[in-house]
């Protein structure tokens, strides 16, 4: 069998997030991991826009490919999700996922550029830019107060489609962000980042372009290990 091939950049979090949800669903791909100044020209010729993750599922001419993360993520709990990531008994769940994780998409992670980019260079506006962000940070704190994951008792879609992106905001101003009002959102997220699946999903691999190495990531130990 051929296995779908993955375009994988190692800190990026769209790229992390589309690792961990094949992980979950003890998938098998061949990771291929690539630096952004120096992307492979197959990568490039089955994806023109030259971001990370892309997923090549089947082989010329009847290649499918999908290179937005969250469809990624979708793909691969749709064919195994042992965990119930996606919530399937709840009809509601899902499209409450969706939405939440379109906001981190498309309002959290530009402002969240912008903090990083004045904490980088020192601006003037690393508060204000703080501040953006901090509604969809305390939206998350207010129902990790309630339940220990985002939708609830157990681990979802949603907490692996956010984890990589707390991630980065925890550690723009490590300082305020460990005396900041969030506490249940830190226990989520040292929970997480203590994990077997993290780090497994964070294992660096060599450059496709320099070894051409055939190298599998998936088939984890499930989410207790």
């Known amino acids: 069998m051929t296995h779908p091939i993955l375009y994988s950049l190692q800190n990026c979090p769209y ?20 630096v952004m100044k120096n992307k492979p020209a197959e990568q490039l010729a089955l994806s023109p826009k ?15 490919v999908i290179d937005e993360s969250l469809d990624i993520m979708l793909w691969a709990l749709n064919l195994n999700d042992p965990d119930n990531l996606l919530y399937a008994e709840d009809a509601k769940a899902l499209p409450e996922m969706l939405t939440i994780i379109n906001k981190n998409d498309q309002q959290f992670k530009p402002n969240l550029e912008r903090y990083k980019r ?9 508060e204000e830019c703080r501040l953006q962000c901090e509604p969809f940070i305390q939206a998350l704190e207010q129902r990790l ?10 681990p979802s879609l949603l907490d692996f489609a956010l ?21 249940h959102l830190q226990n989520w997220l040292k929970h997480h980042l203590q994990s077997r699946l993290f780090s497994k999903a964070m294992l660096k691999y060599p450059l496709w372009l320099e070894t051409h190495e055939e190298i599998i990531l998936g088939k984890p130990a499930s989410l207790e290990s």
């Open 15 to 34: 790229a992390m997030r589309a690792r961990l949800a094949i992980l979950m669903s003890q998938q098998s791909v061949l990771i291929r991991a690539i």
């Open 50 to 64: 030259g971001t990370v993750p892309v997923l090549v599922l089947g082989t010329e001419p009847s290649t499918h």
């Open 118 to 126: 004045a904490k980088r260079f020192h601006g003037d506006d690393e």
């Open 145 to 154: 107060s309630q339940q220990p994951f985002l939708m609830g008792s157990t």
């Open 163 to 183: 984890l990589p992106f707390v991630r980065q905001f925890s550690r723009v101003n490590r300082q305020h962000y460990l005396h900041g009002p969030y506490t």
